[in-house]
């Protein structure tokens, strides 16, 4: 196999979908800093660049007014077990357009791997964007992420970002996102991840409600075990007249895992509200013996509680 059949079948050994030989779905592969295929549909348009030694500068532009149909997959990877793959991106969403990107990153065989991702993200006016990020990593905890994203937002735009492990241990995650909201803008974020062995995970997101009626979600729901770590910061601002927005934290410790939990709200005007709720436990106890009354022994009844967290 070459390289784009090797990236694509690791993708969906690892649980992807297969999309990369539908016509009407919009893709691109990359491999380290390797550019292995791309395809776009109209209204889309894609440009990637070798910039410099395991770095890629990505472009990805909807047009103004395009509502693209299929969600397009971006699949990034490292095959090897050891390697580097950094990657800046530049996303504009111009006025009145539409997207999903599905944003697949491989790292199956990882053992000493770094992916680091930098994006600038600009959504114009009545735009929506959705971002769901999906990672597929090996058994050794040998990753570590690295993501930064700022997202400019104009009038009643709206985003909705979601990260999620999806196979295998977190390794080391360390991800940014904020966001600055214009009037009738609204953001949706949203983590679902699972750690265990002696797993890191450090999420901060902030948004800022800057415009009139802007509206903020930060939803995090974090599982540690064994000797894992999290540390999560939601920061949520509200300066203008009828912004709205709410924090929610809930992480799920057992063993030895540690969590904590920083929600931080600010309002600056007399209209706006913002509320927040966090809560680190270990697994509910009524849930736990409701379950295992019904044959399921104590591990199998904490894993089906905290599959149920991770899926809300």
Known sequence: MNDYEMMVDAYKKAGGEDVFSN???????????KILGKHEVEGLEINAEKIKTNTIDVKLRIKKGYQIKNPVHMCFGVLPKEGLQKILMDV?????????????????????VKHVMKANIHLGSNAHYEYEENHF??????VEVVAKSNIEMDEGSEILTLFTLRKGRVGKIDFDYEADLAEN?????LTRISGYEDDQVKIRE??????????????SKIAMADNAKAEVYNELTANAPDAKGHVDCTEIIKDNAIARAVPIVEVSHPEA??????AIGSVDSD???????????EEEASDLIIQGLLKG
């Open 92 to 112: 504009n969403i111009e006025k009145d357009a539409y997207a999903k990107i599905m944003s697949d990153c491989v790292f199956p065989n990882a053992t000493e």
């Open 137 to 142: 990593h090996g058994k050794t905890g040998g």
């Open 23 to 33: 016509s009407d779905t919009a893709h691109m592969v990359l491999e380290q800093d």
């Open 287 to 297: 849930q736990l013996q409701t379950l295992m009354a019904r044959g399921l022994d």
């Open 206 to 219: 902030a948004a800022r409600l800057n415009g009139r009626n802007a509206r903020g979600l930060l939803d």
């Open 273 to 278: 509200k913002v509320t927040h709720e966090a």
């Open 185 to 189: 803008a609204k953001v949706e974020m």
